[in-house]
Structures are given as C-alpha cells and as structure tokens.
C-alpha cells in the first residue's frame, strides 16, 4: 500500500514538474512573439513535447493533437519569420491584417470544424470537455497559423481562447497551466495593441497567401 502511494505520489511530481517547464517556455514563446522575435519558435518546440505528454495523460485528446500541430508550426514559423525579415528593412518584418468579411468567413469554416471534431472525439474517445475541448483546437489550429502569417488580429483570437482555456484546464486541477492562461489573456490584449500600432506605422504591406 505503501509503495502504491509513493509511486502516485512521483507519478503526481514529474506530471507537474512537466507541466511547470512547458508552461515556463510557453511563456517565453508568447512573451517572444509579442516582441517579433525570432526565438519565440524553438520555444514553442520544446513546449510542445513537454505539453504532449501532460495532455495525453490528462485525457485532453484533442489538445494532445493540437500540440503535435505546434510543432510543425514552430518550423513553420521559424522559416516564415525568417523569409518575412529578408523581404525588408525593419528588423522585425512587416506585420498584416485582413478585412472583417474575411474573418468572419474563416471563423464559419473553424466552427465547423470544431463542431465535427467534438463529435467524434465525443462518440469515439474518451476525451472529456469533448465540443468545447474541439472549438478550441481548431481556433488554436487557425490563429498558430496567423501568428506565423505576422496577422495583427490573431491576438484577439487568442484573447477568447485563452479565456475559454482557463475554465477548461481550471476543471482539469492543471493549476500551471490555468495561471498561464490567465496570464496569457493578459498578453493576448497587449500583443493586439502593440501589433497593431507596428501595423498603422509600417508602408502599406499587402498579405500573400
């Protein structure tokens, strides 16, 4: 009996010692794009492997899923950025933004999304928060792919993301990962903002896509 509690009990430290250090480099991946830089990508990527395994043993199917698409996405925003910096003089490279119609478009075809993942990971898995654990993948599929786009506007993705995570991760006693969330939503609204002013002061840029 004993050693089953210690067990739990080792079991229950590496599961939040691994949880503290991909939340501490998720932070600096957040804190690092807000500032444009470069770096915020191998951080993502040590994030992600980290975050797989917390997920998967959480039983957050679809955010299991989500973070293996990050990592792919770190390469691709690491390359991006980078492409991004040689097209022109300012360090950083330009930043974008698209019209509402085309926002309101791909958040027709990311609900959907969602709405269908939710119910297969409802009927087929045992993943718990199934639809609402969904919506948030396929947002946070999309908005990864507007932060390496450099679009201004996927902060405020991210501020409602954030906010429906921290319920979420709040339900699941992943206190790391709910105080990074709220610390995220936080960073979400500056980002925005800062983004946006490097937008209204740069030369008209026109977004490829």
């Given amino acids: 009996m004993n050693e089953l509690i210690t067990q739990a009990i080792a079991q229950w430290q590496l599961m939040h010692s691994l949880e503290l250090a991909a939340t501490l480099l998720a932070l600096a991946y957040v804190i690092l794009a807000l500032k444009q830089s470069l770096w915020c990508w191998p951080a993502a990527l040590l994030s ?119 319920f979420v991760y709040a339900q699941k006693h992943l206190y790391f990962l709910t105080g990074l969330f709220m610390l995220y939503t936080v960073i979400a609204i500056a980002g925005y903002f800062i983004w946006r002013s490097h937008y209204q002061q740069q030369p008209a840029v026109r977004l490829s896509m």
């Avoid at 973070?67 to 691709?76: D, E, F, T, V």
């Avoid at 654990?133 to 396929?138: F, K, L, P």
């Avoid at 507007?146 to 501020?159: C, D, M, P, Q, T």
């Fill in 48 to 166: 992600t492997v980290l975050f797989t395994h917390v997920m998967w043993q959480s039983a957050l199917l679809s955010d299991a899923l989500l973070q293996l698409y990050y990592a792919a996405m770190a390469l691709y925003g690491w390359w991006r950025w980078q492409q991004l910096r040689q097209s022109a003089p300012d360090q950083r490279g330009p930043v974008y933004e698209w019209a509402w119609q085309r926002h309101a478009v791909l958040i027709g075809i990311t609900a959907t999304a969602g709405v269908a993942l939710g119910a297969f990971m409802a009927n087929y898995t045992r993943a718990d928060f199934a639809y609402l654990d969904a919506q948030t993948t396929v947002f946070s599929v999309m908005a990864t792919w507007l932060v390496a786009r450099k679009l201004v506007s996927n902060w405020l993705y991210w501020v409602v993301i954030d906010a429906v995570s921290i």
